[in-house]
């Protein structure tokens, strides 16, 4: 029985990342948000480790935000500096210069927040006025291989992962299943046994993918992709031809298939994925079949992507024009913290100044690390979509529709396999009491309370959403 891998099928009509509300949020963060705009820069800091699949984001240009934002806190910074060098040269022979020079700096403060909340985060990001058809501008080298190497991850069929879970980048756990049949049991019919015919996995691999294909959901598109762990790809030089920069991206095809079965740290995986919600949400199936001996496993991992994080979406709560007293007021903090900041600003620099001279020791120490570690692990254990992602989900209808996409998506892959193995004179009694617990999955007891999605109640109730093999209709 052979077990030759099915091609790659690519059914890409889902929303373009640079239109994508998560890429939207993020770009206004990288002015609003100084921490967030320090973690992302963060994130794609390291020139030896993967960065996950960051579904539905635009990194250049959050990237490119980013930069400008930092550069634009910079200038602010440099200004504040030079008016405390020049109030403490000039104060001994003109003491009202400290007053000049501290309104001066609220005023820096004033126009410097203005244009960050309202003209540029408020002007450009906003639900009417995010215009992602804006050109691209070139990043800094390092930036830029990190940007370049995280968009051929998201286009690659290798996942390169350095935690636990090998799922990086396909969002937390939905729900998972999985079960195993003999395929050497025949059908019975008639009081007779029939003689199960020989297959070959790709003929159910098309089987399911050609059915999941004809479901009509707006935007599915599936690919195949590899799994390895970070700490394992030392002895694949295929996949880590640098051992000091990042691991592949992409795993040939005949490798994957040589090491199916042998290679317990390679895994391949189907993956059918569906966005929704403009990209802000999104749920991915993976799943792999395997035949061992007489038997054939069925594997599947539910995985989804959950809103941004609230306190990236602020750019939605700033008015195109502000009120005159909301300004009012905040010139008055400004003057209160300006002469604050200016006394300050010498050490800022120097934190700067320090910090960047800490990252350049980091990056040295890891790349002796590397040489003196053999198993140094590459991989993501996050990310950035995943980082900046929400616990759950920011609308009612959000859950609703992943509920959908899972309940529609597992009835017909399990009414798949169960009509090939039935049409391959295959005994599927099995498979069909398996299902009947897949599709009724999500009741829950717990201290004496029933919290369920489907419940069935009484002698020989059953919740069941198979459809009769061989009847069912593609839509």
């Given at each position: 029985?052979?077990?030759?891998?099915?091609?790659?099928?690519?059914?890409?009509?889902?929303?373009?990342?640079?239109?994508?509300?998560?890429?939207?949020?993020?770009?206004?963060?990288?002015?609003?948000?100084?921490?967030?705009?320090?973690?992302?820069?963060?994130?794609?800091?390291?020139?030896?480790?993967?960065?996950?699949?960051?579904?539905?984001?635009?990194?250049?240009?959050?990237?490119?935000?980013?930069?400008?934002?930092?550069?634009?806190?910079?200038?602010?910074?440099?200004?504040?500096?030079?008016?405390?060098?020049?109030?403490?040269?000039?104060?001994?022979?003109?003491?009202?210069?400290?007053?000049?020079?501290?309104?001066?700096?609220?005023?820096?403060?004033?126009?410097?927040d203005?244009?960050?909340?309202?003209?540029?985060?408020?002007?450009?990001?906003?639900?009417?006025?995010?215009?992602?058809?804006?050109?691209?501008?070139?990043?800094?080298?390092?930036?830029?291989?990190?940007?370049?190497?995280?968009?051929?991850?998201?286009?690659?069929n290798?996942v390169?992962?350095?935690?636990?879970?090998?799922?990086?980048?396909?969002?937390?756990?939905?729900?998972?299943?999985?079960f195993?049949?003999?395929?050497?049991?025949?059908?019975?019919?008639?009081?007779?046994?029939?003689?199960?015919?020989?297959?070959?996995?790709?003929?159910?691999?098309?089987?399911?993918?050609?059915?999941?294909?004809?479901?009509?959901?707006?935007?599915?598109?599936?690919?195949?992709?590899?799994?390895?762990s970070?700490?394992?790809?030392?002895?694949?030089?295929?996949?880590?031809p640098?051992?000091?920069?990042?691991?592949?991206?992409?795993?040939?095809?005949?490798?994957?298939?040589?090491?199916?079965?042998?290679?317990?740290?390679?895994?391949?995986?189907?993956?059918?994925?569906?966005?929704?919600?403009?990209?802000?949400?999104?749920?991915?199936l993976?799943?792999?079949?395997?035949?061992?001996?007489?038997?054939?496993?069925?594997?599947?991992?539910?995985?989804?992507?959950?809103?941004?994080?609230?306190?990236?979406?602020?750019?939605?709560?700033?008015?195109?024009?502000?009120?005159?007293?909301?300004?009012?007021?905040?010139?008055?903090?400004?003057?209160?913290?300006?002469?604050?900041?200016?006394?300050?600003?010498?050490?800022?620099?120097?934190?700067?100044?320090?910090?960047?001279?800490?990252?350049?020791?980091?990056?040295?120490t890891?790349?002796?690390?590397?040489?003196?570690?053999?198993?140094?692990?590459?991989g993501?254990?996050?990310?950035?979509?995943?980082?900046?992602?929400?616990?759950?989900?920011?609308?009612?209808?959000?859950?609703?529709?992943?509920?959908?996409?899972?309940?529609?998506?597992?009835?017909?892959?399990?009414?798949?396999?169960?009509?090939?193995?039935?049409?391959?004179?295959?005994?599927?009694?099995?498979?069909?009491?398996?299902?009947?617990?897949?599709?009724?999955?999500?009741?829950?007891?717990?201290?004496?309370?029933?919290?369920?999605?489907?419940?069935?109640?009484?002698?020989?109730?059953?919740?069941?959403?198979?459809?009769?093999?061989?009847?069912?209709?593609?839509?």
């Amino acid at each position: 029985m052979q077990t030759t891998a099915t091609p790659p099928v690519a059914r890409e009509t889902h929303l373009s990342p640079d239109r994508s509300e998560p890429t939207r949020y993020l770009c206004a963060s990288a002015y609003l948000n100084p921490v967030f705009r320090s973690q992302f820069l963060a994130h794609l800091s390291s020139p030896y480790h993967t960065l996950g699949r960051a579904y539905g984001l635009d990194l250049h240009r959050i990237a490119q935000h980013c930069l400008k934002a930092e550069r634009r806190l910079i200038d602010k910074e440099l200004v504040l500096f030079g008016l405390f060098v020049m109030c403490g040269l000039n104060f001994a022979h003109n003491p009202q210069i400290l007053t000049a020079s501290c309104l001066i700096a609220a005023i820096v403060l004033q126009v410097n927040d203005y244009v960050v909340r309202y003209k540029i985060a408020a002007g450009k990001f906003s639900r009417n006025t995010f215009a992602p058809s804006e050109p691209l501008e070139p990043l800094p080298p390092r930036i830029n291989d990190a940007v370049q190497h995280a968009e051929q991850e998201q286009v690659g069929n290798l996942v390169v992962y350095g935690g636990f879970l090998p799922f990086v980048g396909f969002g937390s756990s939905v729900k998972a299943w999985s079960f195993g049949v003999n395929i050497k049991d025949g059908k019975k019919t008639l009081g007779s046994m029939l003689k199960p015919k020989e297959f070959d996995l790709t003929q159910l691999q098309q089987k399911v993918s050609s059915s999941l294909a004809l479901l009509g959901i707006a935007g599915v598109y599936e690919e195949e992709v590899a799994f390895v762990s970070g700490t394992a790809i030392r002895s694949k030089p295929s996949l880590l031809p640098n051992i000091c920069g990042r691991p592949a991206t992409v795993i040939p095809e005949e490798e994957v298939a040589g090491a199916e079965g042998e290679d317990d740290q390679l895994r391949r995986y189907r993956c059918l994925r569906v966005p929704a919600w403009s990209g802000e949400v999104a749920v991915a199936l993976l799943y792999r079949f395997r035949v061992m001996g007489d038997n054939l496993y069925v594997e599947a991992n539910w995985r989804g992507l959950l809103p941004i994080a609230k306190q990236y979406q602020n750019v939605d709560n700033i008015p195109n024009k502000p009120r005159l007293m909301v300004l009012f007021s905040r010139f008055v903090l400004n003057v209160i913290i300006a002469p604050f900041y200016m006394a300050l600003s010498p050490f800022i620099i120097l934190i700067r100044i320090i910090n960047a001279y800490e990252g350049y020791r980091r990056r040295a120490t890891l790349k002796a690390s590397i040489l003196d570690n053999p198993l140094f692990n590459y991989g993501a254990d996050i990310s950035l979509r995943e980082r900046f992602s929400s616990d759950e989900y920011e609308k009612y209808f959000q859950y609703l529709d992943k509920e959908m996409y899972v309940k529609i998506i597992d009835r017909e892959f399990l009414d798949e396999i169960v009509n090939f193995l039935d049409e391959h004179n295959i005994d599927t009694s099995i498979i069909r009491e398996r299902a009947e617990a897949i599709l009724n999955h999500g009741v829950i007891v717990s201290g004496g309370n029933i919290n369920a999605k489907n419940v069935a109640a009484g002698q020989g109730a059953i919740a069941g959403v198979m459809k009769a093999v061989g009847s069912h209709a593609k839509g």
